[in-house]
């Protein structure tokens, strides 16, 4: 389809980006989304479906949310977290990992990278400083995933069909 990422002006503040055959609108203030255990067991369920061992830990690095462990397919929702919210953004983060794991590589544009860095670090600032953390090599993988833990859940599983659909298991 050409780039995975394209952006279409639209009215009062927002951006349609398109991940792939998937539109999705962001708001201009890219706004954290409160979500349900409902959004959280469907991810987790597509994850599951989808070969991903889906696991809760208690995790001892200090600021360790949860992790994607690609070799064994498996990703870590660490017990630290208090409210589904929480939960929702770990569990969005890693299942992007998963569908950068899918696509074999990133899954935007490079033209949309410095609004998604621009949204974080307006909206979410200690995300976006977080990333610094990483090795510059991992960043933009970074970048990808905690933009897209902030976009509403119905679009983050759109995104995951998109990418990691075709290994869903019946």
């Known amino acids: 389809m050409g780039p995975l990422l394209r952006s279409l002006t639209m009215p009062s503040r927002c951006l349609a980006l398109w991940f792939g055959g998937v539109s999705v609108v962001v708001l201009g203030v890219l706004p954290a989304h409160a979500t349900s255990w409902e959004a959280i067991d469907a991810l987790r369920g597509r994850l599951t479906r989808a070969g991903v061992r889906v696991v809760q830990q208690d995790c001892s ?63 979410h600032p200690s ?6 953390a990483y090795p510059r090599n991992q960043q933009l993988a970074e970048l990808e995933a905690r933009y897209t833990a902030k976009l509403p859940p119905q679009q983050v599983l759109r995104l995951f069909d998109r990418y990691c659909g075709s290994q869903i298991r019946v």
């Not at 544009?109 to 949204?119: E, G, I, K, T, V």
């Open 61 to 123: 690095r200090r600021g360790l949310q949860g992790l994607y462990h690609p070799r064994s397919d498996t990703l870590v929702v660490c017990r630290s977290h208090q409210t589904p919210s929480q939960v929702w953004d770990t569990l969005a983060h890693e299942a992007t990992h998963r569908m950068q794991t899918c696509a074999g590589g990133p899954i935007t544009d490079q033209r949309h990278h410095r609004s998604m860095a621009a949204a974080l670090m307006r909206n």
């Open 127 to 132: 995300e976006f400083r977080s990333m610094r």
